[in-house]
């Protein structure tokens, strides 16, 4: 059954003067005066007005945007070159040079779909094959990206499980003030949800290879990843990884995620804010 958006895509837009705002948010350079600027610029167009907001973040992603509840989508509201500028890059990069058909990209932790959508959005100007998997337990952040998705008339395939180190069910809790911060909860007033393991579906998925994963599963990053570091075999590890570990005092700190990953013969090429890239250059 074909989904209806309701209201459709256009009915929250911005009045002119205040689109216009915005979108000199979107050319301010990555610098501390242009995060200041960006900053204002973002207060100015949305002041007043509490959303949501139908926003086209870039040539081929339209999204209905709920910045006030999620940080995610207000750093997409206003400044989005900037935002996880260094890991969209990467995926980017990865897809460009691939030879792969399809490409595939795992989003484990999707949250409202904003990196599946850019990464669906370049694929489609490319006019290169690709297989998008996002997972996202959270119904409210599910409905947000299924939104987005038929607003963007993108192809990706939105699985509605946790993911951990063991199936099973369990409970999506938090994210009050960042519905970015959504996480399994062991609290059973909450909505429960199917958690599932990555190689799991890999399996129920045939999945023979995977080009990138990024994952954000607020807690279970390294659980899941060990898990499926143990289980997979090796031809079907991710080519590259884009993790939140944290933030580092030098770029050569590691977490125990990071750490259990190079030693599973991934780089970390990159440092940025609280994520991390990670490049498989040998399987042990």
């Given at each position: 059954?074909?989904?209806?958006?309701?209201?459709?895509?256009?009915?929250?837009?911005?009045?002119?003067?205040?689109?216009?705002?915005?979108?000199?948010?979107?050319?301010?350079p990555d610098t501390?005066?242009?995060?200041?600027?960006?900053?204002?610029?973002?207060?100015?167009?949305?002041?007043?007005?509490?959303?949501?907001?139908?926003?086209?973040?870039?040539?081929?992603?339209?999204?209905?945007?709920?910045?006030?509840?999620?940080?995610?989508?207000?750093?997409?509201?206003?400044?989005?070159?900037?935002?996880?500028?260094?890991?969209?890059?990467?995926?980017?990069?990865?897809?460009?040079?691939?030879?792969?058909?399809?490409?595939?990209?795992?989003?484990?932790?999707?949250?409202?779909?904003?990196?599946?959508?850019?990464?669906?959005?370049?694929?489609?100007?490319?006019?290169?094959?690709?297989?998008?998997?996002?997972?996202?337990?959270?119904?409210?952040?599910?409905?947000?990206?299924?939104?987005?998705?038929?607003?963007?008339?993108?192809?990706?395939?939105?699985?509605?499980?946790?993911?951990?180190?063991?199936?099973?069910?369990?409970?999506?809790?938090?994210?009050?003030?960042?519905?970015?911060?959504?996480?399994?909860?062991?609290?059973?007033?909450?909505?429960?949800?199917?958690?599932?393991?990555?190689?799991?579906?890999?399996?129920?998925?045939?999945?023979?290879?995977?080009?990138?994963?990024?994952?954000?599963?607020?807690?279970?990053?390294?659980?899941?990843?060990?898990?499926?570091?143990?289980?997979?075999?090796?031809?079907?590890?991710?080519?590259?990884?884009?993790?939140?570990?944290?933030?580092?005092?030098?770029?050569?700190?590691?977490?125990?995620?990071?750490?259990?990953?190079?030693?599973?013969?991934?780089?970390?090429?990159k440092r940025a804010?609280?994520?991390?890239?990670?490049?498989?250059?040998?399987?042990?």
């Open positions: 059954m074909t989904r209806t958006l309701s209201p459709k895509f256009g009915h929250y837009a911005l009045p002119a003067n205040r689109e216009t705002i915005r979108r000199k948010a979107d050319t301010m501390k005066f242009g995060h200041l600027a960006i900053s204002a610029l973002r207060k100015l167009a949305f002041r007043g007005r509490h959303g949501p907001f139908d926003i086209t973040i870039m040539p081929g992603v339209n999204a209905r945007l709920y910045p006030r509840s999620n940080r995610c989508e207000k750093r997409a509201f206003a400044g989005v070159q900037i935002w996880d500028a260094v890991e969209r890059q990467a995926l980017s990069s990865a897809f460009d040079v691939s030879t792969s058909a399809p490409f595939i990209f795992m989003d484990v932790g999707a949250n409202v779909g904003l990196y599946s959508l850019i990464l669906a959005a370049h694929a489609e100007a490319q006019n290169k094959p690709i297989r998008i998997l996002a997972f996202e337990p959270d119904p409210v952040n599910r409905a947000r990206f299924e939104f987005n998705i038929k607003a963007s008339n993108a192809d990706i395939e939105v699985l509605p499980y946790a993911v951990s180190d063991e199936a099973g069910e369990g409970y999506m809790g938090g994210g009050d003030s960042n519905r970015g911060e959504v996480r399994l909860s062991e609290n059973d007033d909450n909505p429960k949800v199917q958690i599932k393991t990555l190689y799991g579906v890999c399996k129920t998925e045939k999945l023979t290879h995977i080009d990138a994963m990024k994952v954000d599963i607020e807690g279970h990053d390294e659980r899941a990843l060990r898990a499926f570091f143990n289980a997979a075999p090796n031809t079907l590890w991710p080519h590259l990884l884009i993790l939140e570990t944290g933030r580092a005092h030098s770029t050569l700190q590691a977490t125990s995620l990071l750490e259990m990953c190079t030693a599973h013969g991934y780089t970390i090429t804010g609280i994520n991390s890239v990670l490049h498989l250059n040998k399987k042990p």
